[in-house]
């Protein structure tokens, strides 16, 4: 069983920053990859970040290349979304997922296990 945790959404202003944490604990050890997804009201949930469990691969969408980071510490079992310059566009419920395995996925539907997601709110 593995259970996810996020946090650190909020209201902030075009051009500001926000960092998500995601706080995962499992009943047993594994190398589980992590990822972050977005969804908006309308559209479908879509790929922001992934980082492996190493923490040497990363991947971020294109949208977010440049303005968002994925890392990780694995001391704490938890993974960080570091989100610059910030654009209404990227209002949305971000959510992270985990998947064990040896490929690290950018499609929701490879992953099996799903934080509730926080809620980031860009205003113009």
């Known amino acids: 069983q593995v259970q996810l945790v996020e946090s650190g959404g909020g209201l902030v202003q075009a051009g500001g920053s926000l960092r998500l944490s995601c706080a995962v604990s499992?009943?047993?050890?594994?190398?589980?990859?992590i990822g972050w997804f977005r969804q908006a009201p309308g559209k479908e949930r879509e790929f922001v970040a992934a980082?492996?469990?190493?923490?040497?691969?990363?991947y971020h969408a294109d949208s977010v290349k440049g303005r968002f980071t994925i890392s990780k510490d694995n001391a704490k079992n938890t993974v960080y979304l570091q989100m610059n310059s910030l654009k209404p566009e990227d209002t949305a419920v971000y959510y992270c997922?985990?998947?064990?395995?040896?490929?690290?996925?950018?499609?929701?539907?490879?992953?099996?296990?799903w934080g509730q997601g926080t809620q980031v709110t860009v205003s113009s």
């Open positions: 997922a985990s998947r064990d395995g040896s490929i690290v996925p950018r499609i929701p539907s490879e992953y099996d296990y």
């Open positions: 499992r009943r047993t050890f594994g190398t589980y990859h």
């Open positions: 980082i492996s469990w190493t923490g040497r691969t990363t």
